[in-house]
T-cell receptor, first 116, second 114 residues
Framework: EAEVAQSPRYKITEKSQAVAFWCDPI?????LYWYRQILGQGPELLVQ????????DSQLPKDRFSAERLKGVDSTLKIQPAELGDSAMYLC??????????????FGPGTRLTVL | KQEVTQIPAALSVPEGENLVLNCSFT??????LQWFRQDPGKGLTSLLL?????REQTSGRLNASLDKSSGRSTLYIAASQPGDSATYLC?????????????FGRGTQLTVWP
């Protein structure tokens, strides 16, 4: 069964360092999402791609976060510099459809980031 | 902005009980509603997706209902088992959002003890 892949699964870093997360969506899925989930809360959208284009990055802290999906397939989310408040689970999801009516999202296993 | 609330925040029950988890949302203009399961430290597993035109969906021991006009959904778990222990998250796709953004509740942490 096709799955969303993410790496690394766990990342520990010191504040002010740079970190990067990678996501490979289910093959053929045009829409890719990055969510951040702080412990005890629900996930919140950081950025959404349609193919290689960003369609929503309104919640992305652009002074330190960047995201790209150069060929419209896999994606990288970067934080530079990391801050203590960035400690969270970073989840990637993909969806096969551009239609909101049938937008079932499939999630990867996540990357747990700890900033010391 | 869409706000999603889940009640209760935590639930602890003995094995075999039938359970109801509640989800409410503030804006009834949604495309669909999804229920997810999340095990500790893991990603999200989709359980059920209900389109806005539907009233309910069933999968095995799970049944989810949707009352869009009142902004409510319930997840019913029949004959609970210890393996059902996890956090259950409700999320809606808002018609006012860009291409399918999900708004999540904080989840209900379920513990089923033998």
């Amino acid at each position: 069964e096709a799955e969303v892949a993410q790496s690394p699964r766990y990342k520990i870093t010191e504040k002010s360092q740079a970190v990067a997360f990678w996501c490979d969506p289910i093959s053929g899925h045009a829409t890719l999402y990055w969510y951040r989930q702080i412990l005890g809360q629900g996930p919140e959208l950081l950025v959404q791609f349609q193919d290689e284009s960003v369609v929503d990055d309104s919640q992305l802290p652009k002074d330190r976060f960047s995201a790209e999906r150069l060929k419209g397939v896999d994606s990288t989310l970067k934080i530079q510099p990391a801050e203590l408040g960035d400690s969270a689970m970073y989840l990637c999801a993909s969806s096969p459809s551009t239609s909101n009516s049938y937008n079932e999202q499939f999630f990867g296993p996540g990357t747990r980031l700890t900033v010391l | 902005k869409q706000e999603v609330t889940q009640i209760p925040a935590a639930l602890s029950v003995p094995e075999g009980e039938n359970l109801v988890l509640n989800c409410s949302f503030t804006d009834s203009a949604i495309y669909n509603l999804q229920w997810f399961r999340q095990d500790p430290g893991k990603g999200l597993t989709s359980l059920l997706l209900i389109q806005s035109s539907q009233r309910e969906q069933t999968s095995g021991r799970l049944n989810a209902s949707l009352d869009k006009s009142s902004g409510r959904s319930t997840l019913y778990i029949a004959a609970s088992q210890p393996g059902d222990s996890a956090t259950y998250l409700c999320a809606v796709t808002d018609r006012g959002s860009t291409l399918g953004r999900l708004y999540f509740g904080r989840g209900t942490q379920l513990t089923v003890w033998p």
